[in-house]
């Protein structure tokens, strides 16, 4: 009986807790530079956090070693309810091409909400004179390992997209690796890389302005704003790959914390005022459960893993 009452005075407590919370102002601890997509959903959400919730929520850019520096603040700050990780896909890579990483994600972390979803892009300059995957697939064939791709990594989701394309269509192409993706996007632009396989993001803009094109999008369904372009997929290659943006909180905060974030935040993303801004990002709106959010991430990085394997790519 004293177990049991123990035990209900703990739940009792975390609910009072999770009820008074937030009683000072939030962090979010952003890994990658101001101005990018994870910047742009970041600051939106704790926007309207703030305005639902009375407390302060801020947008805390720690940028630097392809977002493992954020993360690894963030996996190291209290888990008292007031830091959390507003994330992205890429630091489910980073193990896989950098030996002193130091966060593990899914030891670390307990999963909030996933945020937002986006297709990656495959593009290419003008000047190729390709304007179909089609197109791509047999001028590649015919110059086997004289096309080369940009991307903005080694053992990034938009690299092993690209190997997993190289694999299903039977094609040699070789890789550029680039500090992040804003250089990838400069050098596709201006013609120095004839091809990328890079976040849509910054390349709609630009395929828009018809300084590039956009070839196919990485997901199963066609992006809503730009329903011309086709996917991989529908193309007759199985490649579901993209981009997740979320929120991640320290292990060891308080559930019913991580519970209340996930249940605001979701009201939040079903906003419309807040789907039709990040969509304007090329970002679709999600609000997962912290448990599927979880099982994202779990899948994605045994994914990655093998990918990465089949790619030879190791940790330097």
């Known amino acids: 009986m004293k177990k049991l009452l123990l035990v209900l005075g703990l739940v009792a407590a975390s609910a009072a807790q999770a009820q008074s919370w937030p009683a000072k102002p939030v962090r979010f601890i952003v890994p990658f530079p101001p101005g990018g997509a994870t910047d742009v959903a970041a600051r939106t959400v704790a926007d309207k956090l703030t305005r639902a919730l009375g407390q302060q929520f ?24 007031y830091t959390f990780l507003f994330g992205a896909d890429p630091v489910e890579t980073l193990r896989l091409v950098m030996k ?31 304007k179909s995957i089609a197109e791509l697939v047999r001028y590649a ?20 997209t690209g190997e997993l394309f190289k694999k299903l269509a039977g094609i040699d192409i070789q890789q550029v690796p ?45 992006f809503p704003t730009m329903p011309d372009v086709p996917t ?11 981009q997740w943006l979320g929120l991640l909180a320290p292990r060891g905060t308080d559930p019913a914390v991580v519970k209340r974030l996930y249940e605001e935040t979701k009201k939040v993303l079903a906003m419309e005022d807040v789907k039709a801004h990040l969509l304007q990002a090329a970002l679709l709106t999600v609000g997962s459960t912290p448990d599927e959010f979880k ?10 893993t093998k990918l990465a394997a089949d790619a030879g790519i190791k940790p330097q």
């Open 232 to 242: 991989l997929w529908e193309l007759g290659y199985k490649v579901d790959t993209g």
């Open 58 to 81: 801020i947008a805390d850019n720690r940028a630097g070693a392809s977002g493992a520096i954020g993360a690894a603040e963030a996996a190291r700050a209290a888990p008292d309810g």
């Open 295 to 304: 099982a994202l991430i779990h899948t994605d990085i045994e994914n990655w």
């Open 100 to 130: 002193d990483v130091q966060f593990d994600l899914e030891r670390d972390f307990v999963p909030v909400t996933q945020v937002t979803t986006q297709p990656l892009a495959v593009a290419v300059h003008p000047s190729l004179g390709v």
């Open 178 to 222: 680039y500090k992040g993706g804003a250089p990838a996007v400069r050098d596709l632009v201006a013609g120095q890389v004839p091809m990328a396989v890079l976040g849509s993001t910054p390349l709609i803009p630009h395929h828009k302005a018809g300084r590039i094109q956009i070839l196919a999008f990485t997901s199963k369904a066609r």
């Open 141 to 160: 064939k015919a110059n086997p390992g004289k096309l080369s791709f940009g991307h903005s990594g080694l053992g990034s989701g938009q690299h092993l």
